[in-house]
């Protein structure tokens, strides 16, 4: 008799011991590796791109954007737009042409039949369909309706503390536009985007420890300036 009993109970163990290791490879999130959690395929793929941009996983291709990018807001800082423009495009066509005309000469040399060198990149399709195009204005118009909801927020005055936060802020922008013209203030922030994430994952503990600090007497210096605005301490009597 307690033979059949095991045996009518060794079926239920074993899918009972499969049940666990679904729910377990489910919970282990059983995607693939490497994959970010809580974003889309495209979004995921964008946004793990420019993370690994800016912390230098690729050293060789983060050089070459940051060093491109660099060179390309220094001339603009030391020419204008147009030189800038027209001297790029000169570059890019000394290139193309000179490649073609090389690689003409040496199939005339050689008698090859192998044509145009850059063959392959002009058979790419690179025409926007319509769907895309729309898929990317209605994602620039969402971030286009909340600018524009937080703008009249601001100017009408909805909350005043952040009307007078926007204020004292650009207060500051004036003496920093005295000092710094927009093109400096880009190079600027492309050296703090290409510095700033990697000294953080470096020092994370240091940094977070005195971020905290300063957010806490920040919170105390606002709360002072909050208890003596009348508008404020009455909505919070309310």
């Known amino acids: 008799m307690a033979e059949p009993s095991a045996a009518t109970q060794s079926p239920s163990v074993s899918s009972s011991?499969?049940?666990?290791?679904?729910?377990?490879a489910a919970a282990s999130g059983g995607g693939s590796p490497g994959a970010c959690p809580g974003l889309g395929?495209?979004?995921?793929?964008?946004?793990?791109?420019?993370?690994?941009?800016?912390?230098?996983?690729?050293?060789?291709?983060?050089?070459?954007?940051?060093?491109?990018?660099?060179?390309?807001?220094?001339?603009?800082?030391?020419?204008?737009?147009i030189s800038v423009a027209s001297y790029l495009i000169l570059a890019l066509l000394s290139v193309t042409i000179t490649f073609r005309v090389y690689k003409s000469v040496i199939q005339a040399v050689q008698k090859s039949e192998e044509g145009h060198p850059f063959?392959?990149?002009?058979?790419?399709?690179?025409?926007?369909?319509?769907?895309?195009?729309?898929?990317?204005?209605?994602?620039?118009?969402?971030?286009?309706?909340?600018?524009?909801?937080?703008?009249?927020?601001?100017?009408?005055?909805?909350?005043?503390?952040?009307?007078?936060?926007?204020?004292?802020?650009?207060?500051?922008m004036t003496y920093v536009g005295a000092v710094f013209n927009g093109i400096?203030?880009?190079?600027?922030?492309?050296?703090l985007v290409f510095s700033v994430p990697i000294v953080y994952e470096k020092y994370k503990t240091q940094i977070d420890h005195y971020v905290g600090i300063a957010r806490e007497q920040t919170k105390a210096v606002v709360a002072k300036i909050q208890a003596k605005l009348p508008g404020v301490a009455k909505k919070k009597a309310e």
């Open 17 to 24: 011991s499969s049940g666990a290791d679904a729910a377990g």
């Open 41 to 81: 395929g495209k979004s995921c793929a964008s946004s793990c791109a420019v993370h690994d941009l800016i912390f230098w996983r690729d050293v060789k291709k983060t050089g070459l954007v940051f060093g491109t990018t660099l060179i390309m807001l220094l001339s603009l800082a030391a020419f204008s737009v």
């Open 119 to 172: 063959k392959a990149y002009l058979d790419v399709d690179i025409a926007l369909s319509s769907e895309a195009f729309h898929n990317y204005v209605n994602a620039a118009m969402v971030h286009v309706n909340k600018a524009l909801k937080l703008i009249i927020r601001l100017f009408l005055v909805e909350d005043l503390v952040d009307s007078l936060k926007l204020a004292v802020f650009m207060w500051l």
């Open 184 to 191: 400096t203030l880009l190079i600027l922030a492309e050296l």
